[in-house]
């Protein structure tokens, strides 16, 4: 097991998902910046209208999530 609790395969299986709207390339840097190294990819999305611009962050939890 690694040392956060998860296998190599759970981990290739858990994921979260998080959109981020931001209206300074300098707001998405700070939210990557947060979230460090949970980030597995983040895309930007193409068709950018309107005052706000979207991303799509991959991530995956540092810690095992408690089960309930």
């Known amino acids: 097991t690694a040392e956060d609790g ?6 290739e299986r858990v994921s979260v998902k998080i959109t981020v709207s931001y209206e300074y390339l300098g707001e998405l840097r ?5 979230l460090g190294p949970m980030v597995r ?6 068709r950018q ?7 799509y962050i991959d991530c995956c939890p540092i810690q095992k999530p408690e089960k309930t």
Do not use: D, T
Not at 30 to 34: D, H, I, K, S, W
């Open 6 to 11: 998860y296998q190599e395969e759970e981990r």
């Open 30 to 34: 700070a939210v990557l910046e947060r």
């Open 41 to 46: 990819s983040y895309k930007v999305a193409r």
């Open 49 to 55: 209208q309107g005052r706000f611009k979207r991303a």
